[in-house]
């Protein structure tokens, strides 16, 4: 905070030795390692809205850590509080583009416990090793399962329309 004295105190009534002090706020841009709060609706390449921000609890991140994706996080450097800005983010910059070898045929068997699997529905699962792994399952017969364990939005190009609403150390 920085502290200024404005006004001639006169004008106000006030007597000679009255001092008017107000605050002002200094803006930070964002840069690394400061904490970003803001906005944001995402859009794919169709203008479907896939994400947003809801009113009142804006998303939070430390900038510079990776906690999100690159061509975003490239695109917000710079920007001050109040600033709004339309990012389109290309498959590269973001979640990557689809990647064939990342669509398996698996042994129904492996779905024990009596999921009841559906096409078009995501899911999480665990590997034999204990990982967590989400995926999508694509088809289905009588003895294998066909999932994606693509990104939903890989190979998307992405619309973000942001808004800072604050920067902090």
Same mark, same amino acid.
């Given at each position: 905070? =920085? ?7 006169? !004008? !106000? ?10 605050? *002002? *706020?200094?803006?930070?841009?964002? $840069? ?7 906005? /944001? =609706?995402? &859009?794919?390449?169709?203008? @479907? ?5 809801? @009113?009142?609890?804006? &998303? ?9 994706? +690159? ?5 917000? $450097? ?11 983010? =290309? +498959? @590269?910059?973001? /979640? ?8 398996? =045929?698996? +042994? ?7 999921? $009841? !699997?559906?096409?078009?529905?995501? /899911?999480?699962?665990?590997? @034999? ?5 989400? &995926? ?9 399962? $066909?999932?994606?364990?693509?990104? +939903? ?6 619309? &973000? ?6 920067? !902090?150390?």
């Amino acid at each position: 905070m =920085q502290r200024s004295i404005f006004g001639d105190p006169s !004008l !106000l009534g006030l007597g000679p030795r009255c001092f008017i002090i107000a605050e *002002r *706020r200094v803006l930070m841009k964002v $840069e690394p390692f400061k904490t970003v709060v803001l906005h /944001y =609706q995402l &859009f794919d390449e169709t203008g @479907e809205l896939i994400d947003s921000s809801s @009113e009142g609890h804006p &998303f939070s991140f430390v900038f510079g850590e990776g906690s999100i994706i +690159p061509g975003l996080e490239r695109e917000l $450097e710079g920007m001050e509080p109040g600033e709004e800005k339309e990012i389109v983010v =290309q +498959p @590269e910059d973001g /979640y990557g583009p689809r990647n064939p070898n990342l669509i398996q =045929q698996v +042994p129904k068997g492996v779905f024990a416990g009596g999921a $009841e !699997l559906e096409v078009g529905m995501s /899911y999480t699962g665990r590997t @034999e090793a204990g990982n967590v792994v989400n &995926f999508t399952v694509t088809g289905m017969n009588e003895q294998t399962v $066909e999932i994606d364990l693509n990104h +939903p939005l890989a190979g998307k190009t992405l619309r &973000f329309n942001v808004t800072i609403e604050e920067v !902090l150390e």
